[in-house]
């Protein structure tokens, strides 16, 4: 038998070690679905294998303590007391509340995809990395997470420059305070290393409050919620208050004095605080774009949106204290609405408040002037050094534990396996890496040069997050199904459009680079093919998309101008006939492609569905392979109806298989080509599973020995192929691929043929090169030879059989035909005449007709007579002859015999035929498959 007869057989026995084997599944079943996990953790206790989060008892947070506290102590940050005026000085009020309303309706968007996806089932450790993960995969998952990561790096840095900008135009030389022992603050490069310094004295502040642990800082975070708002009504109640004042612009502004001035007066001059005054709410109502004194650039919409709106993104710090959070799922949505909504009230009201009292020239040149114009400065000061500080705590905290959850889930590998080291719960090597990074970010100083980059990068996790919900809702998966119901993929769409649109417009260039660097994260991880089972909404999608377009693929419809070969390839072992399934996955010209599979055994008897076993291990092997392929596995009492089988059910809707391939029956002992192949494959590093050396060795039986019994019988084999043509499928015998490595082939200099032999040689009186065999003939060597490997290192032949050579005129006749139909099918081949004069006196006719009184002349397709072997072994030899440096030699089946008791005949003229052939398909057509016409 041969090596590619394999490829229709199997019998496998049922295991009897089934019982066994279910337990052990059983007792893992928590890991395959989160639902049941949940259920076996809560009820049993049951240790997380894959991926461990914070233990229960860690939950103790309530929703305004872990939610609502943090997230309005971060939206205020550094936008409530340092840079609304600046905001309202450079864009004037009705800009300015645009841009509020702008940025909170991206934010509230946002909101709703969140609470979307965190009441849709149990939202663990690691936040808005968790949801967003969960829900598009670890590709996405990965890539955003790691994007979000940075967001809280960038912005707890942002917020420190804050602190340290409050703390030096107060407590350094020259400061507000006039204090005696101020902090020094002069230096190289106006004090900038001053400035470092203090802000990793701050930054070491925070890193031992986030290694004390994350509920201190949310428990603290209510007190510190319960000042800031002290302070704001001190700030509203001091506008109805103080009185009209001249305010001195800060040190800092070195923008606004003169160059090479010796007025050292300069320094004191000071602006105008009007109270409440008509004409300065007017002259306040329209922008007025200049130079921003802390950057030296001069501003426009886009740089004072940026600033605006990387101080209001803390809307996921709730998100992020899911591990804490004793209900999550709620939690999270009621907290992070009402914090939207209470900062939002705030902004407009101090907005209204800050352009009826505060001049132009003022807003513009002195950004922190709340303080002066408050009854109690120094309670500025403290909301300020309490906001600031606390946004600056909640994103580190937020860093870490979104670094933590991806070394969990070990999204990079081995890269991040230190983070996940915790002491009392607390990941406090996650810590420390967010704590160095930051410590990086410092060295950028200003504030207004971290806010866009800040801004940028939680635009694009917003756009994540809305992208993920939007996707959810589009994929109609029926467990898709949150408490949360006051949103819709319309919601997700305009929330991820705004996101995208403001991110390039705050720095197209970062943006962009940003965007890339994502993308090609997730290609990487996608490469990585990672186990984990979390779901993947991209195929929720796809299947969606799927479905509806097979619905609209008509097969009433079919056109011969657009045929492509749909193929089932009968394989029962891969191990014999990789090869040949490289191969097929060549000549499918984007067509179907399925790897057919039965198993010979009796369903009643075995305890269960044993396909559903190896149906991953042939998956895997088409990993492995490369190929684009389906797979089929059935079991069936007998090889022949399990074939039936597959012919039938194969496909779905219009992609149905219209040609089967098979294995050729012959002596050949397999050989075990997976273990060759796998021997020269280059690994890949990002898939280290599929490339184990034995990683195929369990998956699938061992070989058919040379003294084993064949498992099908040359009668079933035949009527494998009668079955076939009776299906009105086209079909296909594969014989002599062992010998085909195709690496091989192609890396060699010289240059090999694919042969066409359109010639029933079983009836060379009847042959003719236009009928459907030898079109489907001429078809499939042209696809093969259209693939770029193929077209690069092969030329292909069509040979012409004459009767002699000696006729000139009617061998060239002959070969004008020929030329003329290959330039009508657009066939690029070259046509090598072949003479059968050794053949034909050898060949003879045995009326065997199951009808013998018809006249066999007018059965074009009789296939009844028998073949003298002597005939085809010349036949043999001639083709041999020519085939010296062919690569593949198509060449035409003879229909099978009807009569009973023929089909060995049959088998053992295909085998003379075509002994010691290079790699052969034998092709019988059954339809038209290729087209002249427009």
């Known amino acids: 038998m041969s090596c590619e007869v394999d490829s229709i057989i199997s019998v496998d026995l049922p295991s009897v070690n089934d019982m066994e084997t279910r337990n052990v599944e059983w007792s893992n079943v928590h890991e395959k679905s989160p639902l049941i996990r949940q259920y076996s953790r809560d009820l049993n206790a049951v240790e997380n294998t894959a991926i461990s989060y914070s233990p229960d008892d860690n939950r103790n947070l309530s929703t305004f303590a872990g939610v609502f506290s943090p997230v309005a102590l971060s939206m205020f940050s550094t936008v409530l007391f340092l840079r609304l005026g600046f905001v309202i000085g450079q864009a004037g009020l009705f800009e300015t509340i645009l841009q509020f309303v702008l940025a909170y309706f991206i934010l509230l968007l946002t909101v709703l995809s969140i609470c979307a996806i965190s009441t849709n089932g149990a939202v663990e450790g690691g936040g808005a990395y968790f949801m967003i993960s969960r829900a598009l995969g670890p590709e996405f998952g990965g890539s955003i997470g790691l994007l979000f990561f940075l967001a809280n790096v960038f912005a707890c840095g942002l917020y420190i420059s804050g602190f340290v900008e409050t703390l030096v135009e107060n407590f350094g030389t020259g400061g507000s305070l006039n204090l005696e022992n101020s902090l020094p603050t002069n230096g190289v490069d106006d004090g900038k290393w001053w400035k470092y310094l203090y802000a990793t004295v701050v930054l070491l502040f925070c890193l031992i409050v986030c290694l004390v642990g994350g509920a201190l800082f949310a428990r603290t975070s209510v007190v510190i919620l319960v000042v800031v708002v002290l302070c704001i009504g001190s700030v509203i109640l001091s506008f109805f208050i103080v009185k009209k004042k001249c305010i001195h612009i800060p040190k800092s502004n070195t923008y606004y004095q003169w160059p090479n001035t ?407 002992v397999p050989e075990d080509l997976l273990i060759q192949r796998r021997s020269v494959a280059k690994p890949r590093f990002y898939n280290s599973e599929l490339n184990a050396p034995e990683s195929f060795q369990d998956k699938f039986p061992n070989l058919r020995k040379h003294d084993s019994d064949k498992k099908i019988s040359m009668t079933d084999y035949v009527h494998i192929i009668q079955d076939t043509l009776k299906m009105d499928k086209n079909v296909c015998l594969c014989r002599n691929f062992h010998h085909l490595d195709k690496t091989e082939l192609l890396k060699k200099s010289n240059c090999k043929y694919i042969d066409v032999w359109p010639f029933n040689f079983f009836r060379p009186d009847l042959s003719y090169f236009m009928d459907n065999t030898c079109l489907f003939l001429l078809q499939l060597a042209c696809i093969l030879h259209m693939v770029p490997k193929w077209k690069k290192n092969t030329i292909l032949r069509v040979f012409l059989c004459v009767n002699s050579t000696t006729d000139h005129r009617l061998s060239s006749n002959k070969e004008k035909k020929l030329h003329d139909l290959l330039q009508e099918l657009r066939i690029p081949a070259r046509i090598e005449v072949v003479s059968l004069e050794s053949t034909a006196p050898l060949f003879r006719r045995t009326e065997l007709c199951e009808d013998g009184d018809e006249d066999e002349e007018d059965m074009p397709d009789a296939h009844c007579p028998v073949v003298p072997e002597n005939y085809l072994r010349e036949v043999n030899r001639l083709v041999v002859e020519h085939s010296k440096s062919t690569a593949v030699t198509f060449c035409y089946l003879p229909q099978p015999p009807n009569s009973p008791g023929s089909e060995n005949d049959y088998l053992k003229q295909l085998d003379n035929l075509t002994a010691s052939f290079p790699p052969t398909v034998l092709v019988h057509g059954v339809h038209p498959v290729t087209s002249t016409t427009l």
């Open 262 to 668: 010796t007025n050292t007066s300069a320094t004191n001059r000071c602006f105008n605080y009007t109270g409440y005054k008509d004409h300065t709410f007017n002259h306040n109502v329209w922008p007025d774009y200049k130079l921003d004194y802390s950057t030296g650039n001069i501003m426009d919409f886009s740089t004072v949106f940026a600033v605006l709106f990387s101080s209001v993104t803390g809307i996921m710090n709730g998100a992020n204290m899911s591990g804490e959070l004793k209900q999550p799922s709620k939690s999270i949505p009621k907290g992070t609405l009402l914090a939207i909504l209470f900062t939002f009230v705030t902004y407009i009201i101090l907005s209204f408040f800050i352009s009826a009292t505060t001049s132009r020239e003022l807003l513009q040149n002195n950004y922190g002037f709340l303080q002066d114009t408050n009854l109690l400065n120094w309670c500025v000061i403290i909301g300020i050094f309490a906001t600031t500080l606390s946004a600056a705590l909640g994103n580190l905290i937020g860093a870490s534990r979104i670094l933590e959850a991806l070394a969990k889930d070990e999204i990079f590998w081995f890269l991040l396996k230190p983070a996940t080291i915790q002491r009392n719960g607390n990941p406090y090597i996650a810590v420390l890496i967010s704590w160095i990074l930051v410590q990086v970010v410092l060295v950028i100083g200003s504030l207004n040069a971290i806010a866009p980059l800040v801004s940028v990068f939680f635009l694009l996790a917003y756009t994540a997050t809305n992208l993920a919900t939007m996707a959810l809702d589009l994929a109609s998966a029926p467990n898709f199904r949150p408490s949360f119901e006051y949103f819709s993929w319309k919601t997700a769409g305009l929330g991820l459009i705004g996101s995208l649109v403001m991110c390039f417009l705050i720095n197209a260039i970062f943006a962009s680079v940003s965007v890339i660097v994502m993308m090609a994260l997730v290609i990487v991880l996608h490469l990585r093919s990672m186990t984990q089972s979390w779901g993947s909404i991209s195929q929720a999608l796809i299947f969606h998309q799927v479905r509806k377009y097979l619905l609209l693929l008509d097969s009433r419809k079919d056109h011969v101008k657009f045929w492509r070969p749909q193929i089932l390839l009968l394989v029962s072992n891969p191990r014999s006939c990789c090869y040949l399934i490289d191969f097929i996955n060549d000549i499918k010209k984007g067509g179907l492609y399925v790897l057919g599979h039965v198993k010979v055994e009796t369903f009643d008897e075995s305890i269960e569905d044993n396909t559903q076993k190896e149906y991953n291990n042939w998956l895997s092997l088409i990993d492995y392979m490369k190929i684009k392929a389906f797979t089929e596995v059935t079991i069936a009492d007998s090889i022949r109806e399990g074939i039936q089988h597959l012919i039938r059910i194969s496909g779905l809707g219009g992609m149905k298989p219209n040609t089967i391939c098979l294995g050729f029956y012959d002596d050949c």
